[in-house]
C-alpha cells in the first residue's frame, strides 16, 4: 500500500541529531525573534540590529500608526487643545460653487494654523464641507519633507471607504 518503502531503523536520525537539530531550529527563531521581529512590529530593539537595518523605526511607524486608529476609534472628548505636532501651514478656504450667497457679505472663510511635527510623529487635520461645496487649501512644509495623503469620507459609508484626491 506504500508508494516509498518505509526507512529502516538505521536510516532513521538518532535521539541526539533531534535534539541537536531541535536546538538550533530553537536558536535560530530566538535569534530571528530579537533582531527582525521584536524590532520591526513593537520597535523593541535590545541588539541593536534593527535599529542599523532600518527596522526599528518601522516598528515605531506602526505603534504611531496603531495609536492614531485607536484616538480615530474613541469618541471625541471635550478637552484642552492637542500640543502642535507638524511643520505646515494649512489655509483651508471654504466657498459654493454653484452660486453665490445671497448676502452681502463674503462667502469665502479663511483659516490659517500652524503644526509642528518632530521626526516620525504626525497628525491628520480634517474638515468637513457640506455637498455641493468646494475647498481651496494651500500648505507648506519647513525644514524637510513631509508625507501627506488628502482623501475624503462620505457619511453613512462602510468602515474603511474613502475617495483619495491627487
Not at 452660486?99 to 487635520?125: D, H, R, W
Amino acid at each position: 500500500m506504500f508508494n516509498t518503502p518505509l526507512p529502516t531503523v538505521n536510516e532513521l536520525p538518532s535521539t541526539r541529531k533531534l535534539v541537536r537539530s531541535t536546538v538550533i531550529a530553537l536558536l535560530t527563531a530566538v535569534g530571528l525573534l530579537v533582531t527582525v521581529v521584536m524590532p520591526s512590529e513593537y520597535a523593541v530593539d535590545p541588539t541593536g540590529v534593527g535599529r542599523a537595518l532600518g527596522l526599528t523605526q518601522m516598528g515605531e511607524l506602526k505603534i504611531i500608526l496603531a495609536q492614531e486608529a485607536l484616538a480615530d476609534a474613541t469618541p471625541p472628548q471635550a478637552s484642552a487643545p492637542a500640543p502642535a505636532m507638524q511643520v505646515a501651514q494649512v489655509q483651508p478656504v471654504a466657498k459654493p460653487v454653484a452660486q453665490p450667497a445671497p448676502t452681502p457679505t463674503s462667502a469665502l472663510k479663511t483659516n490659517q494654523m500652524s503644526v509642528t511635527l518632530k521626526p516620525g510623529e504626525g497628525t491628520e487635520i480634517k474638515l468637513e464641507v457640506l455637498k455641493g461645496k468646494s475647498v481651496s487649501y494651500e500648505w507648506t512644509a519647513v525644514g524637510g519633507p513631509v508625507n501627506f495623503d488628502t482623501h475624503g469620507e462620505p457619511y453613512n459609508v462602510e468602515m474603511g471607504y474613502f475617495h483619495s484626491y491627487s
